[in-house]
Every structure is written in structure tokens, then in C-alpha cells.
């Protein structure tokens, strides 16, 4: 059986690109180096697959370059938003995730940015970092308890349910909104309430986190409009996509004191991250590090070898997305 070509556009976990050298003929990245759009364009018409993260766009006219040799884009990452799927399927090219293994690690990071955010642990640590804390005191880094608080979930897929697990243990009431409900005995064993109108779930919330994927239809859901919504004592944490709020928006409310603060792990524009942001006290910043753990990537990337294996092989790709 004839291996695979195999472009690998970032650095991987030592045993994933082990494994992928046993197996296909893979061009490895082990500087990690960027390469320009040229250079780029060269190297993907000589491969059958391509491996981008979800950092790297594969575009229309990558696609059209690649093509006909190209057949697989095996993305390493949940979200396939970096990748133009109609141009896919318009050149007949397969398109491959690596979904479920990032759930746990991804509900871990948006439940440390709710902490972080609600207890004033970023600005506590700059305080004792800077020299400047002067002992405990009755009145002094006050924040806000998370216990019989209410949360709103928007996206009840894996994430938001494994989120919301973590959430019932410290004690908070849980909402969620999802183009449907859960079935009743997962709502149940959850501690969960099926919220069918987002504005006014929003509205009444204490905690607002985001766990849909990033469509058309998904873009800014977190207008101004709905920013506006929010209570003057409420967080919202986003480890989504950046584009799923408006960004502008959020940061002026967080200006105003329209809103208590936020927790970001993800942005709008990435690696370029708006200084206004990086200025304000009561948000926390985490650079688009959900999923990033060794078990984690690690798994990841052994499922991109899964579905490049498959397709190798004649087989039905694992992770399909079109």
C-alpha cells in the first residue's frame, strides 16, 4: 500500500509525530517555523494530506493550489472554522476534527477563568507579585462568590455539560440555552434548566459561558444588544471562538463598569490581541490554551493520525466533518 504524503503545517507531540513518520511519508515541522503564502503553496501541492491547526486558515485558493493531488485536510483541533468547507467540497477534498478528547480540559479552563474572574485572582497575584501586599485585611481583595450564584450556559454540548458538572459542585443554579433541550434524565443528573429564549436567560444570569461552535450564525451572538443585557454584577467567559462577541462592544461595557468583569481565552483577531484589553483590571486573559495539556494534544493528534490512517487505508473516516 502507497504511503500517504503528508504536510504537518505546526509541531506536534513527540509521539504523535512518531507515529505519523512510522506510517505515512509526513513532512514534519520540529522548528515550528511559519512558512510564507508562497512557500506554503509549493509544499501543499505535493502532499495528499494536509494537517493545519486551528490557528492556520486553509482557504479557497490553498484548496484550489492544492488540488487535485490534495484529498484530506486532517484539522488538529474541534473547530473546522479556519478551513473553507464549501471550497472542500467543491474540489473533493475529505475534511477531518479531532472532537470529544479536548471536553474535560476545555470545561477546566472555563471554570478557572470564572474563578479567576469572579474571585479577583489575576489582580491579587499582580498585588503580591508587585510588592505591594501589605497582609491580610477584612476589606482587601474582595471578590465575588460563585456558591448559589446562576449560571448561564449557551451551548450545551460536551463542553457545556461537562462545565456544568463542575459548576453543580460549587453550589451554582445552572441555565443553559442550545438549539435544543438535553433529554430529561440528562437535565436531572445535571442540576440543569433548558432556557428556549437567550435574551432573557442573559438577563437574569450571574455567569454567562460560551460553548458554540463558530458559524455564520454564531458570529457576534454576543452582540451589544445582548452585552447589554447583562447585569452590572455579572461575568461572561468565552473560551469559543474570539468572533462568537463582539468584541468592541464587550470591552466598552467592561470600561463603563456596565458589567463586573470577564474571563478570555480566546479572541477576536488571534495572536493580536486588543490593548484595551490587555489594560483593563477586572478581565482575565488566557492565551487560547482550553485543550492545552500533554494528554490532551497528545490524544488529539493520535486521532488526526486515526482518520489519515483510515483514509490510507480505504476506510470510513473516523471524524468526518464533510
Not at 486553509?58 to 473546522?80: K, Q, S, T
Not at 498585588?127 to 456558591?147: K, N, V, Y
Not at 454540548?157 to 438549539?179: E, K, N, P, V
Request: aromatic share 4%.
Amino acid at each position: 500500500m502507497a504511503r500517504l504524503k503528508v504536510l504537518v503545517r505546526r509541531r506536534l507531540p513527540a509521539s504523535v509525530e512518531a507515529r505519523m513518520a512510522a506510517l505515512f511519508d509526513a513532512m514534519l515541522n520540529p522548528a515550528d517555523a511559519g512558512l510564507d503564502r508562497a512557500a506554503l503553496e509549493t509544499a501543499v501541492r505535493g502532499c495528499d494530506v494536509l494537517v493545519p491547526s486551528v490557528a492556520e486558515p486553509v482557504d479557497a485558493a490553498l484548496i484550489a493550489a492544492a488540488a487535485p493531488r490534495l484529498r484530506l485536510i486532517a484539522n488538529f483541533g474541534a473547530g473546522v472554522d479556519n478551513i473553507d468547507l464549501a471550497a472542500a467540497r467543491a474540489h473533493a477534498v475529505a475534511v477531518t476534527n479531532t472532537p470529544g478528547v479536548l471536553t474535560e480540559d476545555t470545561a477546566d479552563i472555563a471554570l478557572a477563568l470564572m474563578l479567576i474572574a469572579a474571585r479577583r485572582l489575576g489582580a491579587a497575584e499582580r498585588t503580591l507579585r508587585a510588592g505591594h501586599w501589605r497582609g491580610w485585611g477584612p476589606t482587601d481583595q474582595l471578590g465575588t462568590s460563585l456558591t448559589a450564584k446562576r449560571l448561564a450556559i449557551v451551548g450545551m454540548g460536551r463542553i457545556g455539560q461537562a462545565l456544568a458538572r463542575r459548576a453543580r459542585a460549587l453550589g451554582m443554579a445552572i441555565d443553559y440555552h442550545s438549539r435544543r433541550p438535553l433529554a430529561p434524565e440528562s437535565e436531572a443528573a445535571l442540576g440543569a434548566r433548558f432556557r428556549p429564549e437567550l435574551d432573557a436567560m442573559l438577563a437574569e444570569a450571574d455567569v454567562v459561558s460560551l460553548h458554540v461552535p463558530y458559524t455564520p450564525q454564531t458570529h457576534q451572538l454576543i452582540d451589544r444588544r445582548r452585552i447589554a443585557l447583562l447585569r452590572p454584577s455579572a461575568f461572561l467567559v468565552n473560551t469559543a471562538r474570539g468572533a462568537v462577541v463582539d468584541e468592541a462592544a464587550l470591552i466598552e461595557a467592561l470600561q463603563a463598569g456596565a458589567i463586573a468583569g470577564a474571563g478570555l481565552d480566546v479572541y477576536a483577531r488571534e495572536p493580536d490581541i486588543d490593548p484595551r484589553l490587555v489594560a483593563l483590571p477586572n478581565v482575565a486573559l488566557l492565551p487560547h490554551v482550553g485543550s492545552a495539556t500533554v494528554e490532551t494534544r497528545t490524544a488529539m493528534g493520535m486521532k488526526v493520525v486515526a482518520n489519515i490512517l483510515a483514509f490510507q487505508e480505504g476506510r470510513e473516516l473516523p471524524d468526518r466533518v464533510t
